[in-house]
């Protein structure tokens, strides 16, 4: 029977089973690995069953240990959750949200209208990780999602907190003396286009672009690939190629001269960024702060 003075290890056995790892859970935990590896021993040996595989390169859960990870879990969250509702009793928001979005969401949209919040709002912490794919924000523990659109999950809301965004595909002049000027897509096979990984897929994506309502998607090639766009944006101004991208991240260079846009009848415009967190019936004052102030009125979309 586990009693109140085992729910501290409970959590330990818990933390380990998120991060798969004995030394990101000590971290997260503060505590050492062995004492941790302590702790998880000790709990085994009041139940009687093995909870965890160890190797010296990973740590797998065994069936006795999903099942009471499944069980302990939910309860856990909840009791987190609450928790943080408690800064409700604050005259001030406090505590700190995690957001999970690309780089170029948390460039162009987070960190301009947050920037602020720290300065107004001392208590309130804000964690921008950047992530370009699709991410479980409840499973990683985020307390929102930044993606384009406003389709969600079942479960979630979602926010609209910018513009629609312009794709462009641009290159250097230079690159466009030497190589052509593509007319149609389908000439992009005849160049060197930098490419995009899909972090989620893993695949290359492939150039979308319309005309006249017809889809057409170019599975495109080249020397280079990034997982980054910003990562694409500087290939492109060193005449690497050719990059789709969305205009507002090089509205300078195009302004300047310095990149041309090409292929604009049929480039297509994604629906603006939308901030998505699970539906709660009460929320904490600090993340009601952070979604209203990144919240784009009908006016301004």
Known sequence: MITKENYNDLYAFLMVTRE???TKAAGKLGVSQSALSHTI???EERLGILLLTRTTRSVSVTE???RLRQTISPNFDQIDNELSLLTKLRDTPAGTIRINASSHAIRQILLPKLKNLSLLYPDVNVELTANSGMVDIVAERFDAGVRF???VAD???AVRIG???NMVVVATPEYFEKNGVPQIPQELTQHQCIGFRLTTQGGIYAWEFVKDGLEIKIKIQGQWVFNESYHSVDAVRLGLGMAYIPEDMVQDDLEQGRLIKVLEDY???FPGYHLYYPHRRQQSPALKLVIDTLR????AK
């Open 20 to 22: 798969g790892s004995f």
């Open 41 to 43: 021993r000790g709990l």
């Open 64 to 66: 006795a240990g999903e």
């Open 149 to 151: 659109g406003s389709r």
């Open 155 to 157: 479960g979630m809301i």
């Open 163 to 165: 513009q629609d965004v």
């Open 267 to 269: 480039s297509i415009t």
């Open 296 to 299: 784009v009125t009908d006016d």
